[in-house]
């Protein structure tokens, strides 16, 4: 059963979501865009947002076990990408195939890059196995840890299709945004993905009390 504070936070997060579309559109770029830009406080809540999950596991789960940890690394490896470190000490992002076929970069260094990208979808992978036993096997689509964990998961696969709705449309199909609609998705892309994190640790957090899958 929900509860009146999940209703409220649900309101909040469309109301947000709203507000994000509506002010792209109807404000001048010349005020929106350095909050959307890479280096712009969207892109540092998301990362706070990360490294603030990571804290929620670590401090409330419990019992602390293997499970536990996988999940904090996933966290802390979200908030080291949105701090572009899979791009810090490399030639070019370790999350690019071109990196490993085309870049001129030392052997030593692909492969130290490609394990570290390996380790991060294999993380992903597992959760994702977790959070389907949860949700479709233990009763977490009747939980309100099971709501807040579908919207997290949900809005992270919304965010990372708008980022990549603009190449895919335009690369693929020939099919360009007008420039609104990209200030659009742009806007809702950066300002719903620190949303992400905070749905996820409201989630773990509930599920100490609730069902448990975290431990």
């Known amino acids: 059963m929900l509860a009146s504070s999940d209703r409220l936070l649900l309101f909040g997060c469309l109301g947000y979501a709203v507000l994000l579309a509506f002010g792209a559109a109807l ?17 540092a809540a998301a990362l706070v947002a990360w490294v603030a999950a990571a804290a929620v596991l670590a401090l409330r789960i419990r019992p602390f076990t293997s499970r536990t940890l996988a999940f904090v690394v996933i966290c802390l490896l979200c908030a080291a990408r949105e701090a572009d470190l899979q791009k810090a000490f490399t030639q070019e ?30 993380l992903l992978l ?22 807040w964990l579908i919207v997290s998961a949900a809005l992270l696969v919304l965010t990372k299709a708008l980022d990549r709705s603009y190449a895919v449309l335009g690369g693929n199909f020939a099919l360009w945004l007008p420039p609104l609609w990209q200030h659009v998705t742009a806007a809702l892309e950066e300002g719903l993905e620190a949303v992400v994190p905070l749905a996820f640790a409201l989630s773990a957090w509930i599920s100490q009390t609730e069902r448990r899958y975290l431990s």
Do not use: D, M, N
């Open 27 to 43: 404000l001048p770029y010349a005020w929106t865009g350095p909050w959307l830009s890479e280096s712009g406080p969207f892109e």
């Open 93 to 122: 992002s370790i999350s690019r195939l071109s990196y490993y076929r085309h870049s001129t970069a030392p052997l030593a260094e692909k492969l130290l890059g490609g394990s570290v990208a390996l380790l991060f979808v294999g």
């Open 126 to 147: 597992y959760a994702a196995v977790v959070a389907a036993r949860f949700l479709f096997r233990q009763g977490g689509l009747r939980s309100r840890s099971g709501l």
